[in-house]
């Protein structure tokens, strides 16, 4: 679910216009994943409990405790607020509303059914089981983002909904650095 999020923004990101020198290849990277205030939720129908940390020298990976108290189906839906980091603070950038399924499939398909499969859930796709699950040190790819992307940093407060209802949130902050040279970005073959 963790790797949709950051796929779904990324990918979000990607897709809206911006100005030429802001707009180029670049290598994406995960600064941080923080739960929302609870006061942002209706309900509370999932928990994600997310440590960021090194697996190795060069790799980024996520550990996270899921709790799950109503299933989540392939009839849920996302939004997306996010900001862009500017002088003077964040600023409103782009929200994104779309069904959880759709956005999956589009973005992130090969890497969510991982990160089941990973935290041993019954399924190799949708629904979700009500229960409690681990994912430990799922790796993250960063060349598997596109390498067009919007400089800049960005926050995104990331909604699970239902009827309507916000029920699971995170929130990201993700950056788009611009490659001085083909070294330090991931080679197109590899996206």
């Known amino acids: 679910m963790l790797k949709l999020v950051g796929v779904c923004l990324i990918a979000s990101l990607c897709s809206t216009g911006a100005d030429d020198n802001m707009l180029g290849k670049g290598l994406w990277s995960l600064i941080a994943v923080e739960n ?20 190795n020298r060069s790799h980024d990976g996520l550990s996270v405790h899921i709790t799950i108290n109503n299933e989540v189906n392939d009839q849920y839906g996302t939004f997306i607020d996010i900001c862009k980091y500017v002088d003077g603070g ?17 973005y992130a398909k090969d890497n ?27 790796m993250i790819d960063y060349c598997s983002f596109p ?6 940093r960005y926050e995104a407060m990331t909604f699970l909904m239902s009827g309507g209802q916000k029920v699971a949130c995170l929130k990201v ?18 996206q």
Request: glycine share 4%; with cysteine; aromatic share 10%.
């Open 173 to 190: 902050i993700v950056e788009c650095t611009k490659c001085e040279d083909d070294d330090e970005c991931c080679d197109d073959g590899d």
């Open 36 to 55: 929302c205030p609870e006061e942002e939720l209706q309900q509370e129908w999932m928990r994600l409990e997310v440590n960021k940390h090194k697996v």
């Open 112 to 138: 969510v059914v991982r990160a089941l499969q990973m935290a041993k859930f019954n399924t190799d796709y949708f629904p979700l089981d009500v229960g409690e699950y681990d994912l430990k040190d799922f």
């Open 90 to 106: 964040c600023k409103q950038y782009q929200v994104v509303s779309d069904n959880l399924a759709k956005l999956c499939d589009n």
């Open 147 to 152: 390498s067009d992307c919007p400089f800049g």
